[in-house]
């Protein structure tokens, strides 16, 4: 390497040690203890430590305070979160499955799909038999429900029965002829309970005199309100909530096939309850006190992580364009990524996702909101992000980092691998939807198909697949056969078989890289070419300790402008 002059020469190492700082990838720090450190002249103990605790004393702090944030913080809040959770799931689970019993005639557990009606009286039955459940809830339910009443000046019925059916509708099969004006009548009778108050003349009717359309009816619905509270939810300390029930009864006869299907649909709505008061229950003041703590730590945490970030790109930039004007040379794009910290950007996203997760859950608690699905999923995946960042840890050590490195290695060639294999994927799952599709239940939609692929090519559900295939057509039941045949060939005997050898090979490049030589890149190289110490004094310069509330630390204002990296 060139002499220059003395500026040049510290302006050299001041990057140099920059570099030192703010690198501390496996890979890097794997590199200064063959290379660097040893032509430094640091004792072997200082490599160690150098390799565990890159920053001193304030970096050990900061790795054990990150390292206890998922067992400390993270799962407490989100187990007291699910538990809540759960609860909230299971009410609704469980007040649906009581729907159904209730306003479904004949109804029985796992005849979702086969319920159904066959004939105009039993239509008829079916539809009289939940308007009479539903005028009969307070003498008949174990549960406590109240009926939901229409707004005033609106539409005052609390139960309405509506058919839909072809405005104009003539079909002759004797004849082979048909008339149809597909414009769609919807047709509404209003049922209310017993109410001191009377009726409009227009709802005074009686709903079994309601005629159905069956030469071209679409389908009926039943669709009604019911109120109820949730109170188990005093077992975690919590307030109850109020749910409004909005049940639609669907009989199906858009598909005219003399099989009307019968669904129920239940929507719940959370709100808070107006006049709630609950003997001896417990203060929430310390559940929301640690809410507020997660959120500063997480903020703080956010803070730090994006600080660091963007000193990374910035000496990423100054190193760039150092390099150039030093060697004429431009920095390849994967030493420009080593500048930027992957396990950073992962602690960003959880902290985001954490925050915005414990404002929703405050405001669930508070009753100011109710999707609690949102919040899960905002919560769960922080909490997925934070525990995989653990392994960051682990990279520390060369006995237990052998998974990170791997995956570091392979990625590239198995996101090509899958993108090649996508292709064939996507073409088996359009195929089988569109041939298969009438004959198979396993390939009715997009989803399913691929959800039936994916399960062949792990092992499962084989046989299953093979025997329930419709043989009322020999040509469709021979193309499954080819088709399942040459699936299952295909991507568990060669592409599943390649994939793992695309893993299998990036293990052994690693193992005989730790073995052998190390490949150095161009920042490797120039970390390396640095031979003093930087406790060795030749680049102090006289100046005051600066300090701040998000670095502490003792720079020359010119070590500053090196951009230092934690």
């Not at 009717?205 to 619905?221: D, G, M, P, Q």
């Not at 699905?373 to 992000?385: H, Q, Y």
Request: with cysteine; aromatic share 12%.
């Amino acid at each position: 390497m060139q002499k220059g002059t003395p500026n040049e020469m510290w302006g050299h190492c001041g990057v140099c040690w920059a570099l030192l700082g703010s690198l501390s990838v496996p890979g890097v720090t794997g590199m200064l203890e063959r290379g660097g450190l040893e032509c430094l002249g640091v004792p072997q103990e200082r490599k160690v430590e150098r390799k565990l605790l890159p920053h001193g004393d304030s970096r050990e702090k900061q790795l054990a305070c990150e390292a206890c944030r998922p067992g400390l913080l993270v799962s407490p809040r989100l187990i007291l979160f699910g538990l809540s959770n759960q609860m909230v799931v299971t009410f609704k689970e469980e007040n649906t499955i009581a729907f159904k019993h209730l306003f479904l005639k004949d109804y029985m557990d796992g005849t979702d799909d086969s319920y159904a009606v066959y004939t105009q009286r039993d239509l008829y039955d079916h539809v009289f038999y939940a308007v009479d459940k539903y005028l009969a809830i307070p003498n008949e339910t174990i549960g406590r429900y109240a009926y939901v009443r229409g707004q005033s000046g609106g539409n005052q019925s609390a139960l309405m029965l509506c058919q839909q059916y072809y405005r104009r509708g003539r079909i002759d099969p004797a004849n082979d002829t048909f008339n149809i004006d597909p414009k769609i009548v919807t047709d509404c009778l209003g049922v209310d309970p017993e109410d001191p108050h009377p009726l409009p003349p227009e709802l005074d009717r009686s709903y079994k005199n309601f005629t159905f359309k069956f030469h071209k009816l679409i389908n009926v619905t039943i669709q009604f309100k019911l109120k109820a509270i949730n109170i188990q939810t005093i077992i975690n300390n919590e307030i109850p909530d109020c749910y409004t029930f909005t049940i639609t009864i669907t009989f199906d006869n858009k598909a005219h096939s003399g099989r009307v299907k019968i669904r129920l649909d239940n929507r719940a709505d959370i709100k808070e309850c107006k006049d709630h008061s609950v003997f001896g229950r417990g203060d929430n003041s310390f559940r929301l006190f640690f809410d507020v703590v997660v959120i500063l730590v997480c903020s703080l945490s956010f803070i730090l992580c994006a600080r660091s970030i963007i000193r990374g790109l910035m000496l990423q930039h100054e190193f760039s364009q150092f390099f150039q004007r030093r060697y004429k040379q431009s920095v390849r794009l994967s030493d420009r990524m080593e500048f930027l910290n992957g396990w950073y950007i992962l602690l960003v996203i959880s902290d985001v996702l954490t925050v915005l997760g414990t404002i929703m859950k405050i405001g669930i608690e508070s009753k100011n909101f109710a999707d609690y699905d949102v919040c899960s999923i905002l919560l769960g995946t922080s909490t997925l992000l934070v525990w995989v960042g653990v392994i960051r840890y682990l990279t520390f050590f060369q006995k237990y980092n052998i998974l990170i490195v791997t995956l570091r290695v392979a990625l590239p060639n198995v996101i090509r691998f899958c993108c090649c294999v996508a292709v064939i994927y996507l073409g088996y799952c359009f195929c089988g939807w569109i041939v298969l599709g009438p004959y198979h239940v396993k390939f009715r939609s997009l989803s399913m198909v691929s959800e039936c692929l994916f399960s062949l090519i792990n092992g499962d559900d084989m046989f299953v697949t093979f025997a329930e295939m419709q043989q009322n057509s020999y040509l469709v039941w021979l193309f499954s056969q080819i088709y399942l045949y040459t699936f299952i060939s295909l991507f568990i005997y060669m592409v599943l078989s390649l994939f793992i050898a695309l893993i299998t090979g990036s293990y052994e490049t690693i193992k005989h890289q730790c073995e052998g030589d190390t490949p150095v890149s161009q920042l490797h190289a120039y970390i390396a070419e640095c031979k003093d110490s930087p406790k060795s004094g030749k680049y102090r310069r006289d100046s005051a300790s600066t300090c701040s509330i998000f670095c502490c630390c003792e720079r020359a204002p010119l070590q500053d402008n090196t951009m230092l990296v934690n």
